[in-house]
């Protein structure tokens, strides 16, 4: 596995994951990589408007 990547265990209401799912795939996306693309749009938005966010380097 990349040493890049980070386990996350998110707890979300069922029927709201089902419909995200839904999008995910009609995306040609997994969920996963859903939530990886919104939370890009995310963190580049808000960089956008408020500067890059500074983040030390972990190694865990």
Request: net charge neutral; aromatic share 12%; proline share 2%.
């Amino acid at each position: 596995m990349d040493s890049k990547l980070l386990r996350y265990t998110l707890r979300v209401d069922r029927l709201l994951f089902r419909k995200f799912r839904y999008i995910a795939e009609s995306e040609g996306r997994s969920a996963n990589k859903e939530i990886e693309q919104y939370l890009k749009k995310r963190v580049a938005k808000y960089e956008q408007e408020f500067g890059e966010i500074p983040v030390e380097d972990e190694q865990e």
